[in-house]
């Protein structure tokens, strides 16, 4: 459940992420309205609580998925929680490249395609890393906040087998299986930022 809502994420919030910063000002695609909307639908599912998300998109769970229930139900608000989270910190990951290195692509005869390829995405990659390191353990968060209304999981477990069955041993396994996921998440992520950055 958390490694396909972060893969979509990703795929989701990557292009969102790009869009917001070349269609503002002073960039190859400067679009404000465009702009602006994309930026207000972002800033609107970010400011949206996560359990709220989950019950709005009980009808879109149920016509994707045919079921508002499990893992698969529960996939779909993590992606519209999470998507709009990564787009903002690969937008604050772009902002950081030095526009001279962006005009230089310009100045050379690049394509607005080759320019987003070829330097914003590479230029950003440590930094994109590290942001899809903190959207997954954000995923790990609202995931078990989905289990509690039926998304399953180790969110559910807890739930269900511990608090609801007054099972205390049960609840903190899974609050120390879910603290274990969280520094393996982070572990991997810093290694691999740390690994792709040549500056």
Do not use: H
Not at 147 to 173: E, K, P, T, W
Not at 174 to 190: M, P
């Amino acid at each position: 459940m958390v490694g396909i809502s972060t893969l979509f994420s990703a795929l989701l919030g990557i292009p969102l992420g790009v869009l917001l910063v070349v269609t503002d000002k002073g960039y190859f695609l400067e679009n404000r309205w465009l702009n602006r909307l994309l930026g207000m639908i972002v800033n609107v599912f970010r400011a949206m609580p996560f359990i709220v998300l989950v019950l709005l998109l009980f009808p879109l769970a149920k016509w994707l998925t045919g079921t508002t229930l499990g893992p698969t139900a529960a996939t779909i608000p993590l992606i519209a929680g999470a998507a709009p989270f990564y787009a903002r910190m690969v937008e604050t990951a772009i902002r950081e490249i030095d526009r001279g290195v962006i005009e230089a692509a310009e100045a050379m005869g690049a394509t607005r395609m080759t320019i987003v390829r070829k330097v914003l995405l590479p230029e950003a990659m440590p930094a994109l890393v590290s942001g899809l390191t903190v959207t997954c353990v954000a995923l790990i968060g609202y995931s078990a906040m989905a289990g509690i209304v039926g998304g399953g999981g180790l969110g559910d477990a807890a739930y269900r087998f511990g608090f609801q069955s007054f099972n205390d041993a049960m609840l903190y396994v899974c609050a120390l299986l879910l603290l274990v996921l969280v520094q393996i998440v982070q572990g991997a992520g810093d290694w691999i930022s740390r690994r792709i950055d040549k500056r």
